[in-house]
C-alpha cells in the first residue's frame, strides 16, 4: 500500500528501464547514435500495426507535424471533440487553422459521429477523434463520413494506447495517429510522444518538418525550410523501448485498477464508471466517475474532498469552448449552446486514483473516501 498521498497518476519503473537507460547513456554515441530511437519507432509501429513511426518529444508536437503534413493551415477548420485536453486543439491554432468544436457521445464520452457529420463545412480539412481516457468512439461512421467528404483523420490515441474497436487497436487509425508518453500515460518516456502513419508521403514530410527542414541523412546542413525541432532523446527512446517490451503487463496493470474500482462502485446508484461501448476491449487510462447532481456533488467539490483525505483526483476535462483560452473564439458560443452532452457529463466527472503502482488495498481507500463524500455531500 502506498504511503502517504494517493497519486492520479504515474508509471511503473522497473530494473529494465534503468538498465537500459544507462546503457543508452554509455553507449548512444559515435557509431551507436538512433540506434535505441530508431529500435523503439520499429517495435511501436509494429505494436500499433503502422507501417512507419517517428519519435517526438511529445503527442502535441505528433499533431502539430500531422497538421502541417497534410497541409492544413489558414482558412481551414478542423472539427475536435469538445472534451479533451488542450493539446489536442492546440495545434490546430498553431497552424493558424480554426477548430470547431463538435459534441461528445455519451455512449463512448468520445467524439460523436453525428454532431461530426453536422459541424462540417466547405472549409472542413480534418477531424481530430480523441480516444478519451482511453475509450474509443465510434470510429466506423467517423472514417466513413470524413471520407465522404475529404476530410483528413488525425486519431489523438494519446491516452488509449492497448485499447482496441472491433479486433483494430488504437492509433490505427486515420491518415496519422499520435501517442503521448508523458509521466502519467500507461508507457512512458517522462516526456515524449509519437506520430504512426501508413502514408509514406506523410511520413517522409514529417521527417523534414521535424528537423529543420532536413531531409533524412543530410550531412551538409542545407536546410530547404524552416520548420522545427522535434527530436525524442535516446534516453527517453531506450526508456520508452524498455516499457514497450512490458506492454501487456503495464496494461493488465490498467485493467486490473480498473476491475477493483468497478467490483466495489458497480452497485452504487449514484455513480457511472467509464463507458464500455460494443466492439471495444478498453484499456482505461483514467478510472472516471460520473456522479449524479446532487448537492456538493461537482467536481471542484469532489477534488477539495479527496485532497482533503491525502487522495490525488483531476477534474473531467472542461468542455474546450469554456476555457478561457477559447471562449472568444468564432463557434465557441454555439458550441456551448449546442453540445448539451459535453456541458451536461463535464461538470460532475472526476479521475480517481489510477496510477500503476496502485494497490488493490490502495483502492479500498480511495472507494471509501468517495462513498463518504457522497453521503456527506447528499450525493
Known amino acids: 500500500m502506498i504511503q502517504g498521498r494517493i497519486p492520479v497518476a504515474g508509471p511503473w519503473v522497473t530494473r529494465r528501464e534503468i538498465a537500459l537507460v544507462a546503457d543508452a547513456a554509455a553507449n548512444s554515441w559515435y557509431e551507436g547514435a538512433g540506434r535505441y530511437a530508431d529500435r523503439f519507432e520499429q517495435e511501436f509501429s509494429s505494436y500499433v500495426g503502422r507501417q512507419f513511426a517517428i519519435c517526438l518529444p511529445s503527442c502535441t508536437s505528433a499533431l502539430h507535424l500531422s497538421l502541417l503534413a497534410l497541409g492544413i493551415g489558414p482558412g481551414d477548420e478542423v472539427i475536435v471533440p469538445d472534451v479533451t485536453w488542450i493539446a489536442s486543439v492546440a495545434p490546430v491554432t498553431y497552424v493558424g487553422a480554426t477548430p470547431v468544436f463538435a459534441d461528445i457521445d455519451p455512449s463512448t464520452w468520445c467524439l460523436s459521429p453525428a454532431s461530426f457529420a453536422s459541424n462540417i463545412t466547405a472549409?472542413?480539412?480534418?477531424v481530430i477523434p480523441v480516444d478519451l481516457y482511453g475509450s474509443l468512439p465510434d470510429m466506423d461512421p467517423?472514417?466513413?463520413?470524413?471520407?465522404?467528404?475529404?476530410?483528413?483523420v488525425i486519431?489523438?490515441?494519446a491516452e488509449a494506447i492497448g485499447s482496441k474497436y472491433k479486433g483494430r487497436r488504437s492509433g490505427s487509425f486515420g491518415h496519422t495517429s499520435t501517442f503521448s508518453f508523458h509521466g502519467s500515460k500507461t508507457l512512458t518516456t517522462g516526456e515524449g510522444g509519437i506520430v504512426v502513419t501508413d502514408d509514406e508521403a506523410l511520413y517522409r514530410r514529417m521527417l523534414v518538418l521535424r528537423d529543420h527542414g532536413r531531409s533524412p541523412g543530410d550531412i551538409s546542413f542545407f536546410n530547404g525550410e524552416v520548420a522545427f525541432k522535434y527530436k525524442m532523446s535516446e534516453l527517453q527512446a531506450a526508456f520508452g523501448l524498455a516499457q514497450l517490451e512490458r506492454i501487456d503487463e503495464l496494461v493488465q496493470r490498467k485493467r486490473d485498477i480498473f476491475a477493483w474500482y468497478r467490483a466495489r462502485l458497480q452497485d452504487h446508484g449514484g455513480l457511472t464508471l467509464n463507458p464500455a461501448p460494443v466492439d471495444t476491449e478498453l484499456v482505461h487510462w483514467m478510472v472516471t466517475a460520473l456522479v449524479n447532481g446532487s448537492r456538493g456533488a461537482s467536481k471542484e467539490v469532489l477534488g477539495k474532498e479527496f485532497a482533503a483525505r491525502g487522495i490525488d483526483t483531476r477534474p473531467f476535462f472542461h468542455p474546450l469552448s469554456s476555457l478561457p483560452?477559447?471562449?472568444?473564439?468564432?463557434?465557441?458560443?454555439?458550441?456551448?449552446s449546442t453540445n448539451e452532452v459535453s456541458y451536461r457529463l463535464s461538470p460532475t466527472g472526476i479521475n480517481l486514483p489510477s496510477a500503476l503502482?496502485?494497490?488493490?488495498?490502495d483502492v479500498e481507500v480511495v472507494v471509501r473516501a468517495l462513498v463518504s463524500i457522497l453521503r456527506t455531500d447528499g450525493g
Open 357 to 361: 503502482r496502485l494497490t488493490e488495498a
Open 142 to 152: 467517423i472514417l466513413d463520413t470524413a471520407s465522404q467528404h475529404g476530410i483528413a
Open 325 to 336: 483560452a477559447y471562449r472568444d473564439l468564432p463557434g465557441a458560443s454555439r458550441a456551448r
Open 155 to 157: 486519431e489523438d490515441a
Open 123 to 126: 472549409r472542413t480539412r480534418a
